[in-house]
């Protein structure tokens, strides 16, 4: 019987799980839920109503792709896909509270994904938006993300009682490696201090387990193998395989009590 994952946060978690990355990786896991860019905050929020015509992304494959993950997050259905599916693990990444952060709009709460959601008309159309971001403003982005980490994680108790959280203490790099020579982008180490302390409450806070791969040995793709853009999590391979190695560690260790 393979072991069903579930993979909440960003592609750093959800790109273990390809067949072009890791080719062997369907002869020991099912991979049964995704959550891609969604804040806790939103996932933990009344469902978005929304006209379909106003979510007016372009037609290429990779924006019909960010479509369908925007309207995942207004309708929340990741947190049914959980219950429906009970995972055995679920790997958690917190990129979209880091980089991303929510958007209020009167009685709405999304993700404000910067980079596909605020060029539509629906969202130019929100009335009385308001950006919060852990960046700009911990202390207030705290106060709003901390229950709902807490909410998510009595949901987790409640409706997948036999499924093991686990934190992919996933960081933004800023080298590329391309024919030998090493490229740099702008850093992102603001960012890695946030995530730092988001990562390191929760596990703390909840006993939970986690992998952390020493990002110094790891180097970006300037062509990653799945076709994204240069990115700070975008990774050459290796990375991925070895994030796998770890989680095969866990799953033998449990397994064999």
């Given at each position: 019987?393979?072991?069903?994952?579930?993979?909440?946060?960003?592609?750093?978690?959800?790109?273990?799980?390809?067949?072009?990355?890791?080719?062997?990786?369907?002869?020991?896991?099912?991979?049964?839920?995704?959550?891609?860019?969604?804040?806790?905050?939103?996932?933990?929020?009344?469902?978005?109503?929304?006209?379909?015509?106003?979510?007016?992304?372009?037609?290429?494959?990779?924006?019909?792709?960010?479509?369908?993950?925007?309207?995942?997050?207004?309708?929340?259905?990741?947190?049914?896909?959980?219950?429906?599916?009970?995972?055995?693990?679920?790997?958690?990444?917190?990129?979209?509270?880091?980089?991303?952060?929510?958007?209020?709009?009167?009685?709405?709460?999304?993700?404000?994904?910067?980079?596909?959601?605020?060029?539509?008309?629906?969202?130019?159309?929100?009335?009385?938006?308001?950006?919060?971001?852990?960046?700009?403003?911990?202390?207030?982005?705290?106060?709003?993300w901390l229950p709902a980490l807490g909410?998510?994680?009595?949901?987790?108790?409640?409706?997948?009682?036999?499924?093991?959280?686990?934190?992919?203490?996933?960081?933004?790099?800023?080298?590329?490696?391309?024919?030998?020579?090493?490229?740099?982008?702008?850093?992102?180490?603001?960012?890695?201090?946030?995530?730092?302390?988001?990562?390191?409450?929760?596990?703390?806070k909840y006993g939970l387990r986690y992998?952390?791969?020493?990002?110094?040995?790891?180097?970006?793709?300037?062509?990653?193998?799945?076709?994204?853009?240069?990115?700070?999590?975008?990774?050459?391979?290796?990375?991925?395989?070895?994030?796998?190695?770890?989680?095969?560690?866990?799953?033998?260790?449990?397994?064999?009590?």
């Open positions: 019987m393979k072991v069903k994952v579930a993979c909440y946060g960003s592609c750093i978690t959800r790109d273990n799980f390809n067949s072009k990355l890791n080719p062997d990786y369907k002869d020991t896991y099912e991979c049964v839920a995704t959550s891609e860019h969604s804040s806790l905050i939103s996932l933990g929020a009344p469902e978005v109503q929304y006209d379909d015509n106003k979510l007016d992304f372009t037609l290429s494959e990779f924006s019909l792709r960010n479509k369908e993950i925007a309207i995942k997050d207004f309708d929340r259905s990741f947190l049914t896909d959980l219950e429906k599916t009970q995972p055995d693990y679920l790997i958690m990444d917190f990129f979209p509270d880091v980089f991303f952060g929510v958007v209020f709009s009167e009685d709405n709460i999304m993700t404000h994904n910067d980079w596909y959601l605020c060029n539509t008309t629906f969202y130019n159309e929100l009335p009385k938006k308001f950006v919060l971001k852990v960046d700009k403003n911990a202390e207030e982005y705290l106060s709003v909410n998510f994680m009595n949901f987790m108790k409640t409706n997948v009682p036999n499924c093991e959280v686990i934190i992919n203490k996933a960081r933004f790099s800023d080298r590329i490696l391309d024919n030998g020579s090493i490229y740099h982008l702008p850093s992102l180490d603001n960012y890695n201090k946030i995530w730092d302390i988001l990562d390191d409450y929760v596990i703390s992998i952390e791969l020493d990002h110094s040995k790891y180097y970006l793709a300037k062509n990653p193998t799945l076709g994204w853009k240069i990115f700070h999590l975008h990774y050459l391979d290796n990375y991925y395989q070895d994030f796998l190695k770890n989680l095969n560690e866990i799953v033998t260790q449990e397994a064999l009590k």
